[in-house]
């Protein structure tokens, strides 16, 4: 980590991610977006006849964060950490979500889907994060 990229997220001279601060702030504005992105859509579509408000998946509010995500995990080329730590935090982070989601269930689904997405989004920041750098200080 020579020299640093400017802009935000703030970057290191591989493209990654320098803080947690940083991924977290900006997964979670993309949360936001999406969020707002599917109510407009589902009012949109409430408002002409195509259905009820509300009834659209929260869960697609992750398609940022994921993007992200995606664009972190390929800045580490330095082998297998980088796909456990993926693996790991996607599978404690979907479980995260579900757990939401059920805690949730009497609410409408993009709101469900939505705190679902939330928890994922928080889960999967942190725990990636934080088991790539553990696991690059191990291995590398």
Do not use: C, K
């Not at 998946?57 to 940022?64: K, R």
């Amino acid at each position: 980590m020579s020299e640093q990229r400017s802009g935000f997220p703030r970057r290191d001279a591989e493209g990654r991610i320098l803080t947690l601060g940083d991924l977290l702030g900006v997964s979670l504005a993309g949360w936001v977006i999406g969020l707002l992105a599917l109510v407009l859509f589902d009012w949109a579509f409430a408002a002409v006849g195509a259905g009820d408000f509300g009834h659209t998946n929260g869960w697609l509010a992750v398609i940022l964060p994921v993007w992200l995500f995606w664009d972190d995990f390929r800045a580490w080329d330095f082998g297998a950490a980088r796909v456990v730590a993926a693996l790991l935090a996607a599978l404690v982070a979907v479980v995260a979500g579900l757990l939401a989601a059920g805690l949730a269930a009497g609410l409408a689904p993009l709101l469900t889907g939505g705190l679902a997405a939330l928890a994922f989004t928080v889960g999967y920041a942190v725990l990636w994060f934080q088991g790539v750098h553990w696991l690059a200080r191990r291995t590398g």
